[in-house]
């Protein structure tokens, strides 16, 4: 079946760069999006990129795919204390599913 | 952009009672909603697709007489978790896209529901 992996775990200091990592097996997927969820809360889209292009870049999120080895990136320009969270990558089948990552715990300490 | 509400927030209830979910879209129809399940520490797991208008589909392993799902109009459907016990105890959250608009793809997320059964 599909699946989606990610790291579990980043440790960055603040004002520094964050790349987040995510591999996925479903060579038909549309699109591939970062979601972030801060404790308690529900998911927060945070970009999205179609699976014909290999970047797109939104203020300090920068996302990279490659789609040969099926592998999605975000990077997290001038990482914040606020941007400690857990960040999900998930793929949008051609059934419109989505499937997610197991999410990735970034700590970012000062 | 478009909204999807979730009620209630957050739920406590008797082991054995029953738990409606509700999933709203406010702004936009959604002939398809999603709904997922998340565990302590846990990815997202997708538990069924809820069409409007006929039977959800559940993923593998998930009980489809104990997760009841009710997509009766465009804009409304519903999770409920029946004879409740310790171990359904969860964050769920809905999902909806307006497949009306087929420039967007974007799926919108309610806030969530944190279910306790004590």
């Known amino acids: 079946g599909e699946d989606v992996e990610q790291s579990l775990f980043l440790s960055v200091r603040e004002g520094d760069s964050s790349v987040i990592n995510c591999t996925y097996t479903?060579?038909?997927?549309?699109?591939l999006y970062w979601y972030k969820q801060e404790p308690g809360a529900g998911l927060q889209l945070l970009t999205y990129i179609f699976s014909n292009m290999d970047m797109k870049q939104d203020q300090r999120l920068t996302v990279l795919l490659n789609k040969k080895d099926k592998h999605l990136s975000l990077r997290i320009a001038d990482t914040q204390t606020g941007d400690s969270a857990i960040y999900f990558c998930a793929e949008q089948d051609n059934t419109d599913k989505l499937i997610f990552g197991t999410g990735t715990r970034l700590q970012v300490f000062p | 952009g478009a909204v999807v509400s979730q009620h209630p927030s957050w739920v406590i209830c008797k082991s054995g009672t029953s738990v409606k979910i509700e999933c709203r879209s406010l702004?936009?129809?959604?002939?398809?909603m999603f709904w997922y399940r998340q565990f302590p520490k846990q990815s997202l797991m997708l538990m069924a697709t809820s069409n409007e208008g006929s039977k959800a589909t559940y993923e593998q392993g998930v009980e489809k007489d104990k997760f009841l799902i009710n997509h009766a109009s465009l804009t409304l459907s519903t999770l409920t978790v029946t004879s409740a016990h310790p171990e359904d105890s969860s964050f769920y959250i809905c999902?909806?896209?307006?497949?009306?608009?087929?420039?967007?793809?974007?799926?919108?997320f309610g806030q969530g529901t944190r279910l306790t059964v004590v």
């Open positions: 999902s909806a896209r307006d497949l009306g608009q087929s420039w967007d793809t974007e799926a919108f």
């Open positions: 702004d936009f129809q959604a002939t398809t």
């Open positions: 479903d060579s038909s997927s549309t699109y």
